[in-house]
């Protein structure tokens, strides 16, 4: 078997390949089968799939790089079908390594960012936790699984109806040691604001995004715009353009300066929209969400986030202008449930948590 994608090294042929068929739907698996026919499973560089043009002008991201926890895969197409992957780590086997099945080459090239990050997360729990060992455990990489989603397939997010298990989100789990703290709330702007990319529903009138921009510039002091446009056709690009929808993308630390921060589905959850607005020391106001992640039953409407939708909103913010001391109080009860749940060493719990019975 060649690969001449650049990027795999010391990628060998399998004489005898290891078949998925033979464990099924079977979440658990004994660890002497994974590992009968190990050699098919090849380590990877830190650098790749990558190329060097990537890594010369990424430099930060060059330097975590560095970190990067060690990876061997394979690739099994019957084993890992769509954006699901199967995971082992076992350190009286494989030492720090995690070993990592592939539906293909393209599956993990595209969804590189996700598995290396929750590569990593995975390292410092079996690092802290020399007991930390689980095996063949499929967990899908794509945005979020529905109702039809097997029941023994970890996921970052599900939509109602699903009973997938969940884990972290990986742009939870990423470092940000640049995030100094919020501004006082005596210097924040009285505005609401959001920036975000056009996913979600692919038709104008049904994206919430775009109904939440709309709806804010009938509203005073608002700043609502989207400032990437993906997944669209020229109609809905020619719909954004007329009705001044389209905006500048602006730096994270932009959030530090309004007190009500704005989030809305796209493909999915928002990913790590609260935890910013909750690292920043604003107001979450949470616009017609509906995928579930696995920290999601800490939120509580009026306490550490504002639920709202096209009716309730315009009511909400006025009530919340006229009352800043409970406005500041939320803004202040998100910041600690972000600082109490949502650190890295608290996700990481709950990732462990998750893989542990595995």
């Known amino acids: 078997m060649l690969l001449d994608t650049a990027g795999l090294l010391g990628y060998f042929h399998c ?10 739907s079977n979440r658990f698996m004994d660890v ?7 050699d098919c499973f090849t380590s990877i560089s830190r650098w790749h799939p990558r190329g060097w043009l990537h890594w010369a002008t990424h430099p930060r991201k060059t330097f975590r790089a560095l970190r990067h926890a060690p990876v061997s895969v394979r690739f099994i197409e019957s084993a890992a079908p769509g954006t699901i992957t199967r995971w082992t780590y076992d350190r009286d086997r494989l030492g720090d390594t995690l070993a990592i099945t592939f539906g293909s080459f393209q599956q993990l090239q595209s969804l590189v960012g996700r598995w290396r990050v929750l590569s990593d997360a995975i ?24 109702p039809s989603a097997p029941t023994n397939v970890l996921a970052f997010a599900r939509s109602t109806g699903s009973k997938a298990p969940l884990i972290p989100n990986p742009y939870l789990l990423r470092p940000r040691p ?38 804010a510039k009938t509203l005073p002091r608002t700043d609502c715009r989207l400032s990437r446009l993906k997944q669209i056709d020229g109609d809905f690009a020619e719909r954004l353009a007329k009705d001044d929808l389209v905006g500048w993308r602006h730096p994270l630390d932009i959030l530090n ?30 616009f017609e969400t509906e995928w579930e992640e696995c920290w999601h039953h800490l939120l509580v409407d009026g306490e550490n986030c504002i639920v709202a939708d096209r009716r309730s909103l315009p009511a909400i913010l006025d009530r919340l202008r006229s009352r800043a001391s409970q406005a500041q109080a939320i803004a202040e009860n998100a910041s600690q449930l972000v600082r109490n749940h949502l650190s890295r060493q608290a996700l990481r719990q709950r990732l462990r948590n998750a893989l542990k019975p595995c």
Do not use: M
């Open 15 to 24: 004489d005898e390949p290891f078949h998925a068929e033979a464990v099924g």
């Open 123 to 146: 390292q410092t729990i079996g690092r802290e936790d020399s007991g930390f060992t689980f095996h063949d455990v499929p967990i899908d990489l794509g945005d979020g699984v529905g």
């Open 257 to 286: 300066r309004h007190r009500f921060l704005a989030e809305a589905d796209g493909n999915t959850s928002s990913w790590d929209r609260y935890l910013l607005i909750g690292l920043f020391g604003g107001v979450p106001i949470r």
């Open 178 to 215: 640049w995030i100094l703290g919020p501004r006082r709330w005596e210097r924040k702007n009285d505005t609401l604001y959001f920036r975000g990319s056009t996913t979600g529903a692919p038709t104008y009138d049904d994206n919430k995004r775009v109904a939440l921009c709309k709806l």
């Open 32 to 38: 002497e089968t994974i590992f009968s026919g190990s």
